[in-house]
């Protein structure tokens, strides 16, 4: 049945964008096939080093659109950064959209004929961001920092998911010999106040882990992990992940 029901809302309503004006008998017929409205960026740190971002690639494919005058483009504006992408129905229908930065993104689809005459879809895409670090080694871990703060100036961050963890590695593989590590986690402002904190023992062959969320998405923050005590290098593995409020579009999956 879903097939048949975003047809209808494709056909019958103009107030969601899936036609945005047919009022000529002989215009534009706009349909974008879209399998994914949302993803989520990647970024690995090692040793607190950026070493790597993976972007997300969205598939917009036009090849349904259908009109009674001579196609001349297809197209996508980005309207947060003003990044027109387009192309002309003779070179394809598809036209491919990579995301390197958190946010929701506001984008226009759209088909413009031999007239001049144009027909936009609005668009809403939501980009989460993800942190991988790694910071092996140490005796003082680097400040992971965390800035939610969208680039393009749109919508804020609903969260900040936070899931650390420390390891003591055997001073001697299987043997041992090392000591207890005390550390505490520190969820740090601009302020330099401490937001979120936590104390933790690490036995030498043993991990620690703290799980937590953080709502205060409109200021820079660092997450620091003190070392207060011991003589044993540690191991530190994070994760911390910017969620956005699911405001992306539905996806039309092609038929």
């Keep these: 049945m879903r097939p048949v029901i975003l047809s209808l809302l494709l056909v019958c309503s103009t107030c969601v964008g899936c036609l945005s004006d047919n009022s000529d008998s002989e215009g534009i017929t706009l349909i974008v ?19 790597s971002t993976t972007g997300v690639t969205i598939r917009f494919d036009f090849s349904n659109t259908v009109s009674g005058h001579q196609l001349v483009a297809f197209g996508v504006d980005i309207s947060n950064d003003g990044t027109n992408l387009a192309i ?20 226009v689809a759209y088909a413009e004929d031999e007239r001049g005459y144009r027909v936009h879809l609005p668009i809403v895409i939501r980009m989460d961001l993800r942190m991988d670090w790694t ?21 804020s ?3 900040i998911f936070i899931d650390s963890t420390v390891e003591n590695p055997n001073l001697i593989e299987n043997i041992g010999g090392g000591r207890d590590v005390e550390i505490t986690w520190r969820l740090v402002d601009q302020q330099e106040d401490a937001c979120q904190n936590r104390n933790e023992v690490v036995s030498e062959g043993e991990t620690v882990r703290w799980q937590t969320i953080h709502f205060n998405t409109f ?37």
Aim: glycine letters at 6%; aromatic letters at 8%; zero cysteines.
């Design 157 to 159: 961050a609903a969260s």
């Design 88 to 107: 002309h129905p003779d070179e394809g229908s598809i036209i491919d959209v990579e995301f390197t930065e958190h946010g929701i993104h506001d984008l």
């Design 135 to 155: 910071d092996t080694d140490t005796y003082n871990p680097s400040p992971l920092i965390i800035d939610p703060i969208p680039l393009n100036e749109g919508t």
């Design 33 to 51: 096939h879209f399998e994914e409205a949302n993803g989520t960026i990647i970024e690995s740190y090692i040793d607190g080093n950026l070493d």
């Design 219 to 255: 200021e820079i923050h660092e997450l620091r992990i003190d070392y207060n005590e011991g003589q044993d290098l540690i191991d530190v593995y994070q994760t911390v992940t910017i969620q956005y409020p699911q405001l992306e579009s539905i996806p039309y999956p092609e038929i």
